[in-house]
């Protein structure tokens, strides 16, 4: 019985690796995607869902578009990263497919009423659609089977020094989410920095045709730069948090208490995580199979790309 998936995201080069894997692994159904404003406005990011939705063909699985930007803040991007559309270098075919009617935060809500325990909910953009939806229904926080985000760090930030973007561009609707009545599994960068498509992995990729060099290698080799010391690659951020729930086995995480700092001059978005914590709020992942990650994210997007058409 695959696991159903709901995934909030912000497409963005990782986030749509995270959505190959969501459609392509048999273990996993994809049951819908909802978008927010984050690695580019949320009218790319929508459009980028409903290209990518029709061009590795899961027409069937409905978009619904949220929060355009923080719950209270200023709307601060990350088009620096992954390019003023948010796919870098890829262009799509237009989607011919358009939105549901219902705003991201109904569906979220709709969608763990109708089957509480049977969906995981994964966020893999800033947390203002989570916040809404725990806002305006707290038992969406009973509902989900789990909940994983892609977000924080109990080291370094990437945003600031002490942030990491997810977190940093919405961190009042972060303190929400990990204030609500269920358990956060934080994939943050910690963990993700030990996913990076280094040159081994790439030449991998590269071998897997159409799909690969028109999606897969650009996304993941967008803003590489080899000339950075000790950088091996591009970090697949988001793709570990869908991992998370397919193959958990692949992390090792510890329980936590995380807070979020929203009023620091110079820290806030940080994640303070305390690991001795006698009320843990979080599993924070801390640890990744990397070999077995790739073999397995590997063999999920040879499949999407032997069945690819174009
Ligand atoms: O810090 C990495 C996260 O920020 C990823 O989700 C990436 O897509 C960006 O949104
Ligand atoms: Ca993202």
Redesign the pocket.
């Known amino acids: 019985m695959p696991f159903r998936l709901l995934l909030d995201?912000?497409?963005?080069?990782?986030?749509a690796l995270a959505l190959l894997l969501a459609h392509g692994d048999p273990d996993l159904e994809l049951i819908g995607v909802t978008t927010v404003g984050?690695?580019v406005t949320l009218q790319n990011t929508t459009r980028n869902a409903l290209r990518l939705r029709e061009y590795l063909k899961f027409p069937k699985v409905p978009v619904s578009a949220g929060a355009a930007g923080p719950l209270t803040r200023q709307f601060r991007d990350?088009a620096h990263?992954?390019g003023a559309g948010g796919l870098g270098s890829v262009t799509l075919p237009e989607a011919t497919l358009a939105v549901t009617g219902i705003h991201a935060v109904d569906f979220i809500i709709d969608t763990l009423r109708a089957t509480p325990g049977a969906v995981h909910l994964v966020a893999?953009?800033?947390l203002t659609n989570i916040a809404l939806a725990l806002e305006k229904e707290p038992a969406i926080a009973r509902w989900a089977a789990s909940f994983t985000i892609?977000?924080g760090s109990f080291t370094r930030g990437?945003?600031t020094v002490a942030a990491?973007?997810?977190i940093w561009?919405d961190p009042e609707a972060a303190r929400i989410v990990f204030d609500a009545d269920w358990q956060v599994t934080m994939i943050g960068?910690d963990l993700?920095l030990q996913a990076q498509a280094n040159s081994i992995v790439v030449d991998r990729l590269s071998t897997l045709g159409a799909l690969a060099d028109d999606l897969i290698v650009p996304l993941a080799t967008f803003y590489f730069n080899p000339n950075v010391p000790d950088w091996d690659g591009q970090?697949v951020?988001?793709v570990c948090?869908v991992a998370y729930v397919a193959r958990p086995d692949l992390f090792e995480t510890r329980p936590a208490r995380v807070d979020i700092e929203t009023t620091g001059e110079f820290t806030s978005g940080m994640t303070v995580v305390d690991f001795d914590a006698p009320s843990p709020n979080a599993m924070v992942a801390t640890r990744l199979d990397v070999n077995g990650f790739w073999a397995y994210v590997e063999t999920v997007y040879a499949r999407v790309a032997a069945e690819h058409t174009g």
């Open positions: 995201c912000d497409p963005g080069l990782d986030d984050g690695n990350a990263v992954h893999t953009g800033p892609m977000g990437n945003a990491e973007f997810n561009a960068l993700t970090a951020h988001d948090a």
